[in-house]
């Protein structure tokens, strides 16, 4: 949704107590670097599941009111 890079998401998580908790890391957690957040980014993007994960979040987004348009990949992100 905000478009972060690895590098950037890593920042965040290090930086945002909101991006935490949204993650389930506490405080005391040690957050993955940004080599690991593009292993899981690209395993999850080659991953036939991928709707199944984006579908949780979609309803209660939409429940929200955030508009979900369709997606188009690039560089494993969904923009």
Do not use: C
Not at 29 to 37: F, G, S
């Amino acid at each position: 949704m905000n478009g972060l890079s690895d590098e950037q998401l890593q920042d965040m998580l290090l930086d945002r107590t909101s991006f935490k908790q949204f993650a389930s890391l506490r405080s005391k957690d040690q957050v993955p670097d940004q080599k690991t957040l593009w292993k899981y980014r690209n395993m999850l993007s080659q991953s036939v599941r991928i709707d199944e994960v984006v579908g949780v979040f979609k309803d209660p987004l939409a429940d929200h009111g955030y508009r979900w348009p369709t997606g188009t990949l690039v560089e494993s992100s969904v923009v």
